[in-house]
């Protein structure tokens, strides 16, 4: 959650555990808790990261034959999975029970990969050059129907094995704990040399831990707790954390400020909780690898008209100016856009309407907008799946029919 003046939040952040047995009419009123915590924080309700929980599994749906995938992988270990992800039906059985979930995630634009890859992927621009990106990770894929045994839980090779881009740091999302994981070790080596950020919730007691990989290079280990914990005694209570992530561009470093907050049951609300902070300040400045290997960001410089420089590394056939720094070029002109459509995903108007098409339509009337909008072809004769039809969406969009799908969504409800 980035904060700003005012107490206006860019976004949520929730690490699982969404529902308590994964059934679609917790979600439902999971989605209404949440539209009315971004009406409070004035953010977009479209604008949360989510990655399940071994709660969001629907155990119901865990049938004799799903129970034989996970032992196996139990047992078989990263092998098994990979074996098992690789075939269509033991993957379809295993993300069945996410079935109550997944339309939920696929509101927010977090949709689980179908193949056991990264849950979800987003970005966010600090400053010219320096990103933020959070990746989500499943580490529920293979909960079972009992109490997950600590240290068997498997990410598997697809998702731990995280990128490395200049000019971007990772903020990793995972509702288990690493302990809780199987291939724990490459996980941890992955989170450790990759990630600048690893948030985790399941264990219900936020903690943070700030660790020196190397020289100039550090990752914040960050243990959100849980904001409805089953009870609240022992040292568990209401918890939360308001983040703020900026750029510190004297350093060259992620600046990551932890703000934890306790509900004080003797006062009846929430306060501040800088116990949970290890002996760490709020505001902690993170070395950060990915951003020195980025390009210097775009300086501004005002001129006549107002002149954007980029590095000439970058740009080396453009011609040097005199009267401007040495090592810069003037940018180029933008090329007239020719992806509008596509520049309108990321944008407010395309992602509430991917929220309605999934939360307040029902199946029949999901298929009836696609049919409407002729997204279908006319021999269709395959198994729609949810994923489908976000990317459906999503190819109606990149048409340029973002309105038309409104209007159908709009039709189509009543």
Not at 74 to 97: H, I, P, Q, S, V
Not at 149 to 167: C, S
Request: proline share 7%; with cysteine.
């Amino acid at each position: 959650m980035r904060i700003h003046a005012g107490g206006v939040a860019k976004g949520l952040i929730v690490t699982g555990d969404i529902a308590y047995a994964g059934k679609p009419e917790e979600y439902a009123v999971a989605a209404k808790w949440l539209d009315r915590l971004a009406s409070a924080v004035r953010c977009p309700r479209t604008a949360v990261k989510l990655v399940p929980g071994n709660h969001d599994i629907d155990r119901d749906r865990i049938s004799a034959g799903c129970t034989y995938l996970i032992n196996e992988i139990l047992t078989g270990g990263e092998t098994k999975l990979d074996e098992f992800l690789a075939d269509a039906d033991d993957c379809k059985a295993l993300y069945n029970r996410f079935v109550g979930y997944e339309p939920f995630a696929l509101e927010t634009y977090c949709p689980l990969h179908p193949g056991g890859g990264i849950a979800s992927d987003s970005s966010e621009e600090l400053a010219p050059g320096r990103y933020i990106r959070f990746f989500g990770l499943n580490s529920a894929l293979i909960c079972s129907k009992r109490k997950d045994e600590e240290g068997k839980l498997i990410l598997g090779a697809a998702q731990r094995v995280l990128p490395m881009d200049p000019g971007v740091e990772l903020v990793v999302l995972c509702h288990h704990p690493l302990h809780c994981l199987q291939d724990s070790v490459d996980a941890r080596k992955y989170v450790r040399n990759r990630a600048r950020v690893f948030i985790s919730g399941h264990e219900h007691k936020p903690d943070l831990q700030i660790e020196t990989i190397e020289d100039g290079c550090d990752l914040m280990m960050l243990a959100s707790g849980a904001t409805v914990p089953p009870k609240v005694e022992n040292g568990y209570t209401y918890t939360y954390n308001l983040l703020t992530f900026d750029w510190c561009s004297k350093e060259d470093k992620l600046s990551v400020e932890v703000v934890p907050r306790a509900w004080n049951d003797d006062k009846k609300r929430f306060e501040a909780d800088d116990v949970r902070l290890g002996g760490h300040k709020p505001r902690n400045l993170l070395a950060s690898p990915n951003f020195r290997r980025g390009a210097p960001p775009v300086v501004a410089v005002q001129a006549e008209p107002a002149v954007q420089l980029v590095p000439d590394a970058l740009h080396p056939a453009l011609e040097r100016r005199e009267d401007l720094p040495a090592g810069y070029v003037a940018a180029p002109e933008p090329a007239p856009s020719q992806s509008a459509p596509v520049a309108a995903m990321n944008d407010a108007a395309f992602q509430l309407v991917l929220l309605k098409f999934f939360r307040d339509l029902t199946a029949a009337q999901r298929l009836k907008v696609l049919i409407d909008l002729d997204a279908l072809p006319d021999d269709w004769n395959e198994e729609l799946t949810l994923m489908m039809e976000r990317n459906l969406i999503e190819d109606l969009v990149k048409d340029g029919r973002l309105d038309a799908n409104k209007s159908s969504i709009e039709r189509n409800q009543h």
